[in-house]
């Protein structure tokens, strides 16, 4: 399965156009979205610009990030699916989500403590058969990893995130938030990627395979 991944829109409309338009030169069969698709905006903000992405024709996966309000959870578009907390099965994959971040300085739109992390994994994972392949899209990076370093060399990802990757080992976990942090690691055999902001111009292309991933770092303007 062929997947692109962006997350960190910070509500620019142009490179939200780049990113849907490269998804179609790629032929992505799913396009996940990590978050922060407004920068503090509305929720039409975020379903003006999730309304672009859905013109891909493909299923559109999503979760608030720190930035979105969090009325964002009761949004219903088609063509994109809100999956924080929650499950959505494609094909031999299950996409399960966490939006949000935890506690900042800033005190921005959505965030949520370690516990309720933790609480929205486990909800979304009821009812589901864990036999297929599990993907986690979450904004927050998993602690203490490349992917959740800030500029001030410290590690503001989740401890739950991290938690939930450890006891589940999920096949794969795509996330933003910090956006210095792009880049790829592992914990355990789960390969963990930030794509850096959609904002900046970056994306990632992923190629799922039965036993492997091959994870593409791709550039749709320097800015």
Not at 18 to 44: H, K, P, Q, Y
Not at 131 to 159: C, E, F, Q, V
Not at 166 to 188: L, Q, T, Y
């Amino acid at each position: 399965m062929r997947i692109i991944v962006g997350s960190d829109f910070h509500g620019d409309e142009e490179m939200v156009r780049r990113f849907s338009d490269r998804a179609r030169e790629e032929r992505a069969e799913i396009v996940l979205v990590c978050g922060d698709i407004t920068n503090f905006g509305t929720v039409r903000d975020a379903e003006r610009l999730l309304s672009i992405v859905t013109e891909t024709k493909v299923p559109v996966l999503f979760v608030p990030g720190n930035c979105d309000p969090q009325s964002l959870l009761d949004l219903e578009l088609e063509g994109a699916t809100q999956i924080h907390g929650r499950a959505y099965q494609h094909g031999d994959y299950i996409f399960v989500g966490v939006g949000g971040s935890p506690p900042t300085p800033f005190h921005t739109f959505f965030e949520i403590d370690e516990e309720q992390i933790m609480a929205e994994l486990d909800r979304a994972l009821r009812n589901v058969d864990v036999r297929g392949r599990l993907i986690l899209i979450s904004h927050s990076p998993p602690y203490n990893t490349r992917l959740d370093k800030t500029r001030l060399h410290l590690h503001a990802g989740s401890k739950s995130v991290r938690r939930f990757i450890e006891e589940r080992k999920p096949f794969a976990v795509f996330c933003g938030h910090i956006h210095e942090a792009r880049g790829e690691d592992r914990i355990g055999d789960t390969v963990l990627v930030n794509p850096g902001p959609v904002r900046h111009g970056y994306y990632v292309l992923a190629q799922l395979e039965a036993d492997s991933i091959n994870v593409k770092f791709g550039v749709l303007d320097e800015k």
